[in-house]
C-alpha cells in the first residue's frame, strides 16, 4: 500500500519560516494536499492541488512538490500556527492516504 | 456557509453496532461525493469510506471493509456510516467529509467530528 512520510515533530521561533516535508515514492507525479488541525478541531484544508490557497487561509501559507519529496512552509511561523499538520494524496482513485502527521510547535 | 454535523457516536461493547449520521447544510448535497475519515485518540488521519453522489458507487479501506456501511439520502440531506462486528481498535473520532473530485480527489470540508468508543 502506498505511504506517506512526514517528521513528527517541526520546532521553530515565531516569525521564523517553517518547513514540514511529506515524502512518497513518485509524488511529484500526484498531487499533495495540506490539511491543519488544531487541538480538538476538525481538519481545515490549507494547500490543494501542490500549491493552490483555498480563500480564506493567509498568504505565509505555501506548498511545493517535486522529485519524491512534497513540502509546506509557512513564511513567518506565528504562535497561532501551532497544529497537527496532515500532507494527503491519492494512489488510485479508491486509495487515499494520509502522511502521519507533523506537530508544528512555535515558541 | 457549509455545515456538516456528524451525530450517533457512543459507547459501545465489542461486537456491537452503531449507525452514524451526518446531516448537511449550506449546499447541495447531491452535487458532492462524501467520505468519512477517522482519527484514533492521539493517532492521524485514516480514510475509510466513499460514495458518489448518487450513492451507486461506494468503497471502503480494507480496515472496515466487510463490516461498515455507508449510505446517503440526499432528499433528507444526509449521510450515514453503518458501523457493525465493532473493535476495540475502531475507537475514533468519525468525521463526515465532503468530497471534491477535480485533477484529483480531495477533501474539502469537515464536520465537527462524533466519537465512537469501543470497549467492555
Known amino acids: 500500500s502506498y505511504e506517506l512520510t512526514q517528521p513528527p515533530s517541526v520546532s521553530v521561533s515565531p516569525g521564523q519560516a517553517a518547513r514540514i516535508t511529506c515524502s512518497g515514492d513518485?509524488?511529484?507525479?500526484?498531487?499533495v494536499y495540506w490539511y491543519q488541525q488544531k487541538s480538538g478541531q476538525a481538519p481545515v484544508l490549507l494547500i490543494y492541488e501542490d500549491d493552490k490557497r483555498p480563500s480564506g487561509i493567509p498568504e505565509r501559507f505555501s506548498g511545493s512538490n517535486s522529485g519524491t519529496m512534497a513540502a509546506l512552509t509557512i513564511s513567518g511561523a506565528q504562535v497561532e500556527d501551532e497544529a497537527d499538520y496532515y500532507c494527503y494524496s491519492t494512489d488510485s482513485n479508491t486509495n487515499k492516504v494520509f502522511g502521519g502527521g507533523t506537530k508544528l510547535t512555535v515558541l | 456557509e457549509v455545515q456538516l454535523v456528524e451525530s450517533g457516536g457512543g459507547l459501545v461493547q465489542p461486537g456491537e453496532s452503531l449507525r452514524l449520521s451526518c446531516v448537511a447544510s449550506g449546499f447541495t448535497l447531491s452535487s458532492y461525493t462524501m467520505t468519512w475519515v477517522r482519527q484514533a485518540p492521539g493517532k492521524g488521519l485514516e480514510w475509510i469510506s466513499f460514495?458518489?453522489?448518487?450513492?451507486?458507487?461506494?468503497n471502503f479501506a480494507d480496515s472496515v471493509r466487510g463490516r461498515f456501511a455507508i449510505s446517503r439520502n440526499n432528499a433528507k440531506n444526509s449521510l450515514y456510516l453503518q458501523m457493525n462486528s465493532l473493535r476495540a481498535d475502531d475507537t475514533a473520532v468519525y468525521y463526515c467529509?465532503?468530497?471534491?473530485?477535480?485533477?484529483?480527489?480531495?477533501?474539502?470540508?469537515w464536520g465537527r467530528g462524533a466519537l465512537v468508543t469501543v470497549s467492555s
Open positions: 467529509v465532503r468530497g471534491i473530485e477535480a485533477a484529483d480527489y480531495y477533501f474539502d470540508y
Open positions: 460514495i458518489s453522489r448518487s450513492g451507486g458507487t461506494i
Open positions: 513518485a509524488l511529484s507525479e500526484k498531487y
